[in-house]
């Protein structure tokens, strides 16, 4: 090694001892005959002294060595020697800070033009100049903290999952497209003329294909694609923890991979996480109008349509827009009667935008003195809304002066969606969504499949694979909107960020499944006839999961975004701005591959 | 779990246990009233036991239940339930030889057709059905501990990696396409019509650029793909484990990854590898005509021209063969002086093959009686040839009675080269490479470029990023292909499994090996520009090395083919047999990514 140590290493018990570091100019200070260098690599800083009044264990240092200094630039890489001492004015913030380096000799081993941007933890690049520089961006700090806790992941899954005899299999990239679910990445093939690969955007077929061979316990962290506009914060390229397991139940794979996030969660953040609550699809869309609830702070909500049902509206007004909705509900924000007018006009208009659309918003505001004024007090009376408080009570969110009720009314599933949203930024706006606080969450029970309004046909909520509840499978003949899965997501903080199911394992069923989704069995047979074929070959009772790694290590490292935890991302064109990718290629690859762009 | 035990746990100790097992009807017995059952799982085999003599703990076993058992077929898939008693008869060959299980119960959890091929370990498949059956070849023991094995190979890279503070970064799988090394294949982009990505060939500009970013010490074991025309045992895709370190010399690369190598075998085959030995590529071409020489065995090459430079031939006959040649090389093939005039004709015939291409071979015989019988005794005494013999004893290779002494000349390169196939050949005969025995070796100071004929260029030896030997880096002026290169291989049993180099982190360097290269400054700055912008700023000194991991795993498994050491790999001509992949996609596909096949 060109070092003896690194920038992180050096105490006070090394003093007296003769180093050699190498690394990254971070500052340079130059004051009365002394000049201090602040010298960074991946482990920390240390910083160098030159002093011209100092006699050097040597000598005082050479002019030579004092200009081979003063030459250097921020983010010049050199190679220093020199003897440890202690240092004057200690500085507690760096891990180096008793100690510096008297300099005895400094070799520049690559000087640096000026960077587009200071490498501090607050950069002063723009997102554009840091992706095109993403190499000077991964210098900083937080940035390589969030590469660091990616492979502390990584490594704490692999130690789980192999501590539960689970069998790392790397599945193949190059397959074959199939039409079911999002659009593949293809590739032309060379040798198979007119012919494509597809990348994979799971390795679904293929995990359960290893069931079959009898792997039983089967893991991988592993790239997937999918080509589909990018959203904000969504990759073309992205990582899972893929698994699958045999002759299991649903309960086997909740309790397994409930672990595997506990274990994450003890090992990387030191937090001992409880056990992690279930909830059905329909009571989480039932009381938060979400399939992934954010449960760091409750504020359920509480749906009101049938109130008055027993009651003998004394103030002889009905409220058209209620009594004609599917759906009226609401929650309670907690100490906010003391919103004002225009506070509350801010988020009637903040609930009316496009992106949410709600038609209007209905406000009860409990005063501190116990009265109670609302936005509907031309329909309903103080006495005929005490029903509505007493709805609250009965549904466990006790509303009380102080507090400020929020109704939606319409059809029933826009209404959930509205709010929805309305809670979450209600959470946001009371602190209740703090990123140091983690509450996971199972949400059981999904749908099996979900109507294509479009299309005019069904489609599969998770994929044609997942398995229908048992005691539902006769409901696919007669009613199969109302078919539930054995699937299931993993939520934390609101965000899915795992989701799998119990297969189908048996030929017959699953035929019966692709016919619903509207496949021929020329279609199903050519597609995925291996798989059918391999069910008949002795299958046994799988299901599996697949977390989304980026995700997870986001929301393990408080943050909202998935590009800082992947070392190279693309923008939202799919762009690699920094080595400038995707690229035309050169004619002989294009005739050799047989195809021709058309553009 | 649908089980209590898996099939390879159950021991004396287990006896009166009540369990339940699940897994594969390996075979099934039917004799005198008595049934037994070979179930099977990953863990291994467990007998059950169905007997109409003998009481259960609750009853004679019900007729249903031996109907059933009866029923069962060669891999119907089942769930045993029953009590664990000693059996009379142990089987001393599997782990569970010493119980059976008394069934009370036997659910068929999914039957099976009979297989195209009997699932054990001796198969009776051929290579294509092997192939189309994949998930039924992936159920033989064989097959299954090769990927085990694999497992077991990736963990322990990782462990030692990781102790040495290497952090393993996940690379983008979706880059551009350059036009140096090997054929990609390229994904044309939706979003960026007219425009590709390629998929990486080795991710080695981004662990470079890790290195600018400052990360240090870089791995990851990582797909790669290449679009070459397949050979025998090459895949299309294929596993790196891909290494970088900073601020090193070559001495710091060779003994942290020959540490890996070591711990790799230490750990996985329980063998303490001795020191890996060091050749100059001169060196291994001059003894053993191959950059990677099998070194389980010696027989090197003995040069023989000059040999009678001061030498009065009494023969006075030259033989103008040799004296024309530019090479005459021989090895001693030991203890073979009894080859009959027909196995050295065959061994002549074998070498002129046109795969090997040699004009002929000359033999000299060691009879046991001392004397010296040769193929060109008409131009050389026997007097003559024992300045052979001396020149042999001089290098070290004692030629003795009872030895064969086996010569080729002709153009060096072509000679050694011939020699080389003829070494390893009589080395497999007379038994020298062992499946059991591992032999590992660095070879250094490859050439830096190697003269493209039919182009009339230089091209990279390794890859464009090699520095070369700075002692002679004045050479790549006035001969460049005299120019080593810091780069090193390592060769395990006469297969390359590694290689790497010192890299260039110099942009005048760096440009100066693209225009040697024949890159114009513009061709260099398209496809290399941000690689050489980020060598200015900042760019510590590097180097690395990639491991083929298919191939290490399969010599780490006795084996030579590396295709039953992935889970599902292609033919010869890039095809997945089980899936049909490449295939024809939608029109609708190729419209949207504006492509058009042109076959």
Redesign the interface.
Known sequence: ???THTCGELRLEHVNTDVIL???VQTIRDKGGVLWIDL????GITQLILDEGVANTTAIPSADLFSVARSLGR???VKATGTVIERKSKNPNIQTGDIEIRLSNLEI?????L?PFLIEDETDGGDDLRMK????D??RNSV?KN??L??KM??QT?TYM?GQGF???????????T?EGA?????????????????PQSPQ??KQ??M?????RYYQIV?C?R?E??RADRQ??F?QIDCEM????QE?ILNMFEGLVRHLFKTVKGIDMAEVPRMTYADAMRFYGSDKPDTRFGMRFVELKGTFDTVDLTSGKNFAVFDSAELVVGINAKGCAGYTRKQVDELTEWVKRPQIGAKGLIYVRYNEDGSLKSSVDKFYSEEELKHWVARFKSEGENFEPGDLMLIISGETGKARKQLNELRLEMGSRLGLRKADEFKALWVLDFPLLEWGEEEGRWFAMHHPFTSPKPEDIALIDTDPGQVRANAYDMVINGTEVGGGSIRI??RDLQARMFDLLGFSPEEAKAQFG?LMD????????HGGIAFGFDRLCSIFGGADSIRDF???P?NN????V?????????DK?LD????????
Chains 1, 2 share one sequence.
Not at 170 to 176: A, H, N, Q, R
Not at 246 to 249: A, D, G, L, V
Not at 578 to 586: G, Q, R
């Open positions: 090694m060109l070092r190498t690394g990254w960074r690599d991946r482990y983010e010049y890489v081993l690559n000087p640096a033009k960077p520089y993403r190499y000077l991964l210098r390589r590469l660091e990616r492979h990584a490594q692999r192999d069998i790392e299999v790397e599945t193949p990239v190059l397959i074959k497209s039409p659009r593949d990445f293809v590739v032309p093939s060379r040798m198979n003329p007119g012919e494509f690969y597809a990348l077929t293929f294909l290893l079959v061979s009898g792997f039983d790239k694609f080509d506009d990018l073309p390229e990582t045999s002759f299991i139940e086997d394992f048996q291996f391999a069910f008949e070959f002795g299958a046994p009772p992947i070392a190279f693309k064109s799919g762009r690699d920094m080595i400038d990718s995707p690229s035309t290629i050169a690859q050799e591959l047989k195809i021709k762009t058309v553009v």
